[in-house]
């Protein structure tokens, strides 16, 4: 079997597909407030076309595959989507990021469908701030949605983006809500894409902050090694039912470990999260040999590093940021 390997022999077994670029929410570091044009429905890709473009990925060595938004649940034939991909046998990890508005109803056709985890995004416990940092999100629905995807037996992360004079004042209760939940936190550092730089500096909170809140507050922990973690550096707090981790691309750079590839709604593969540079993949999806080729070269210009982390920018192909939102790429 072929396998992916870039320029710096970093093998790549996982696919992140963004299904969808629309989403209900307008969430600071995501969208803009006015928010997007969202793309037509002939230029997002086809459920025939995400299966196969994941046959193939899987024929190349891909064994793990995130479905994401936008709102992947807004997707009338995400269970379906995730059902065919189940039955591709050398795929043996689905997952899928959501703000888990939709999740309460779509749970448990989700579980029959082969999917294995879930990552939802929750930024804070409080309902007013929920509103404002959502733009506009009902909490009550994504907790009802943790509390029905618990149930199912999901294994559960919590996307928090830490944000200074937003959420970082909850990063303790995030920490005690371990303590009896079965789930883990994931502390994600605020990224600079489609942000000004001034905003993000003004903004960023370094993961340190959640140490410091640990030692203030006598909290002892341990490492731990979770299934499929990423990117995330995890731990346990004494006696505690779940767990927490931290993802930090700008204060500890994980590029050099990057084992992934991003494909966008209307079907681009991007190797690297923060740089323009993007292969359009969709007329290839039918023709493996070109389709092959194309990936190959996508890994091929694969910088060592993003300008996040403020290194190897010089050996970057496209130097420009990437024009996209979050949204539209999937994080």
Known sequence: MKQLY?????????????????????????????????FPSDRVLSQDEIVQMVQNFAEMGVSKVRFTGGEPLLRTDVAEIISRVHDIPEIDDIS?????LYLARKAEALKEA???????????????????????????????????ASKLGFMIKLNVVVIKNQNDDEILDFLNYTRDHNVNIRFIEFMPIGNSKEVWKK????????????QENGIEYQPITLRGNGPSENFKIKDA??????????????????????????????ACLYWGEEI???????????????????????????EMALTDADKVINKAPTWR???????
């Open 6 to 38: 870039d320029r710096y022999d970093r093998l790549h077994n996982y696919i992140r597909v963004s299904i969808t670029d629309r989403c209900p929410l307008r969430c600071v570091y995501c969208m803009p407030k006015e928010g997007l044009p969202f």
């Open 280 to 306: 359009n993949i969709r007329k290839a999806i039918p023709d493996k040999p070109e389709f092959q080729r194309l990936i190959q070269q996508a890994l091929d210009n694969k910088p060592l590093n993003h």
């Open 114 to 148: 082969g999917l294995d985890r879930l990552n939802i995004s929750l930024d804070t416990f409080k309902a007013d701030r929920y509103k404002k940092i959502t733009r506009g999100g009902n909490i009550k629905q994504v907790l009802k949605g943790i509390e029905v």
């Open 241 to 270: 039912t779940g767990s927490f981790g931290l993802i930090h691309p700008i204060s500890n750079k994980f590029c050099e470990t990057c084992n992934r590839l991003r494909i966008t709604p209307d079907g681009y593969v991007k």
């Open 96 to 100: 899928v990021t959501t703000n888990g």
């Open 325 to 331: 939102h979050m949204s539209q790429i999937g994080g």
């Open 203 to 214: 903004e960023y909170v370094g993961l340190k902050s959640v140490f410091d809140v640990c």
